[in-house]
């Protein structure tokens, strides 16, 4: 094997299966009939919503982190293209869940995933370059 097959291979395992593994998760939670964090109904939904938000959010990040190492495209390109697909996984799910006994797909929880998606992208753009190369 020539080094530079070696060196894209060595890419997309470092870069990408955090991606696919970060979505695996995501699914197998969204698989669950119902996750309680608390028998107090607002808490309970702060938690779960929070949960959504920092969810996108990591995923969001780790897409840009695999798009910026993969491809040789503009910042703000990778930037939107990592946030397209974030809320494209965000809607597979929530339709996802609509196969799920006692779930339902919810437009709520799809704009949660956005901002929390959005909410990463705003950080990678105001990150202190130090911090962007540990993230890189």
């Known amino acids: 094997m020539s080094e530079a ?10 870069y990408w299966v955090p991606v696919f593994l970060w979505m695996a998760l995501i ?3 969204s698989s ?8 107090v109904g607002w ?9 959504h938000f920092t969810e996108y ?7 840009f982190r695999a798009n910026s190492t993969t491809f040789k495209i503009k910042p703000k390109s990778i930037i939107l293209w990592s ?4 809320i494209l996984y965000a809607l597979s799910d929530e339709y996802h869940q609509t196969f799920v006994s006692g779930r339902t797909g919810k437009i709520f929880d799809i704009s949660i995933d956005a901002i929390g998606a959005a909410a990463g992208a705003v950080s990678i753009k105001i990150l202190p370059e130090r911090i962007s190369k540990i993230i890189l």
Request: hydrophobic content about 60%; cysteine-free.
């Open 27 to 29: 699914f197998y939670l």
């Open 83 to 86: 946030l397209a697909l974030t």
């Open 43 to 51: 808490q309970d939904f702060i938690f779960r919503k929070t949960a």
């Open 57 to 63: 959010f990591i995923l969001f990040v780790l897409f």
């Open 5 to 14: 097959v070696f060196q894209t291979s060595k890419k997309l395992i470092v």
């Open 32 to 39: 669950f009939h119902k996750l309680q964090a608390s028998e």
